[in-house]
């Protein structure tokens, strides 16, 4: 039961470079997120999804692409790298929308990308 | 959006001290999670709490949704306690799905 993974776990790339970022539940949670992590800022959402085919933008999304063709991925891509996207990205996933308990959040092990 | 303001940002404790947690919200919420990020760097859920009082272990929350603030207490702390706590809520007024982080409160628990 891996439940929620992310790779790569540590990523080095140049300014300008294409980076994807990959995320895979294995519990069938109907929402999906991304957030990134910086001093200072604590966690700021990028892009979440409610299910397959329907993505929103969060508080910080220039930048970023998301695409969610199957339940189970949900990958963030970085189109054109800048240092500013250096930063720590964790997704998560929800069964969400029920106003229960079943909203609770699982976050993945995060991935800690460095653009040089 | 909704505003979240978190309290206070770093707390040193000895082992086996109480202590509590703030976590302000600007407006009404559909949602709200207390996490706790180890020294490592993993999130785990504590609490998901939109209202009411519930207690798990030596940790509990209470929520008062109509004040607008919520309290994470700890109890009888260890040195595995250590790290980061965060409250996230997601407000009425937005998406479902929306949430927003409050900025942490540091926790260090000395031997």
């Known amino acids: 039961d891996a439940g929620i993974t992310q790779s790569p776990r540590y990523k080095i790339t140049e300014t300008g470079r294409q980076v994807t970022l990959m995320c895979h539940q294995t519990w069938s949670h109907s929402y999906m997120f991304w957030y990134r992590q910086d001093l200072g800022h604590g966690l700021r959402l990028i892009y979440y999804s409610a299910a397959a085919d329907i993505t929103d933008k969060g508080e910080v999304p220039d930048g970023y692409v998301v695409s969610r063709s199957k339940t189970e991925n949900f990958p963030l891509t970085l189109e054109s790298a800048t240092r500013s996207q250096t930063s720590v990205y964790f997704c998560a996933s929800s069964v969400g929308g029920t106003r229960t308990a079943r909203d609770t959040q699982y976050f993945g092990p995060g991935t800690r990308l460095t653009v040089l | 959006g909704i505003q979240v303001e978190q309290s206070p940002p770093d707390l040193i404790l000895q082992e086996g001290a109480n202590s509590t947690l703030r976590c302000n919200f600007s407006?009404?919420?559909?949602?709200l999670q207390w996490f706790h990020q180890n020294p490592w760097g993993q999130l785990i859920n504590l609490f998901y709490i939109p209202s009411g009082t519930k207690q798990n272990g030596r940790l509990s929350a209470t929520t008062v949704a109509t004040e607008r603030y919520s309290l994470l207490y700890i109890s009888s702390s260890q040195t595995t306690d250590s790290g980061v706590y965060f409250c996230a809520v997601e407000g009425t007024t937005d998406s479902w799905g929306k949430f927003q982080f409050g900025a942490g409160t540091q926790v260090v628990v000395t031997p």
């Open positions: 407006d009404s919420v559909n949602n």
